[in-house]
Nanobody, 125 residues
Framework: QLQLVESGGGLVQPGGSLRLSCVAS????????IGWFRQAPGKEREGISIISTTSSLTKYAGSVQGRFIISRDNAKNTAYLEMNSMKPEETAVYYC??????????????????WGPGTQVTVSS
């Protein structure tokens, strides 16, 4: 069974950067599409970005396009989300999730099979 654990969250100032990591165990990550999501208090879980199994394809939500970068290192069983020019309204719990390759393209949380516990990101001065 695939297990995911996020890390790298914390406090960042507006305009600052943060890099999240998602480490997989139990199964090799290269068989899965990886997505990053976030959920702020009182709001629905929002899909941010996804990356295909070989990193050849990536997709971003319009709200983060040009500021966030998704990547993965299958040899390390790890995926990453680099977040730049962060805004206070992006304060949320950030999650990584995995799904099967035929689902690539979806940023809908219901299409993802495995989830990490999340890491808190707070954007504040």
């Amino acid at each position: 069974q695939l297990q995911l654990v996020e890390s790298g969250g914390g406090l960042v100032q507006p305009g600052g950067s943060l890099r999240l990591s998602c480490v997989a165990s139990g199964r090799t990550l290269d068989n899965y599409v990886i997505g990053w999501f976030r959920q702020a208090p009182g709001k629905e879980r929002e899909g941010i970005s996804i990356i295909s199994t070989t990193s050849s394809l990536t997709k971003y939500a319009g709200s983060v396009q040009g500021r966030f970068i998704i990547s993965r290192d299958n040899a390390k069983n790890t995926a990453y989300l680099e977040m730049n020019s962060m805004k206070p309204e992006e304060t949320a719990v950030y999650y990584c999730a995995a799904t099967f390759p035929h689902v690539y393209g979806s940023l809908h949380a219901g299409d993802f099979e495995s989830w990490g516990p999340g890491t808190q990101v707070t954007v504040s001065s």
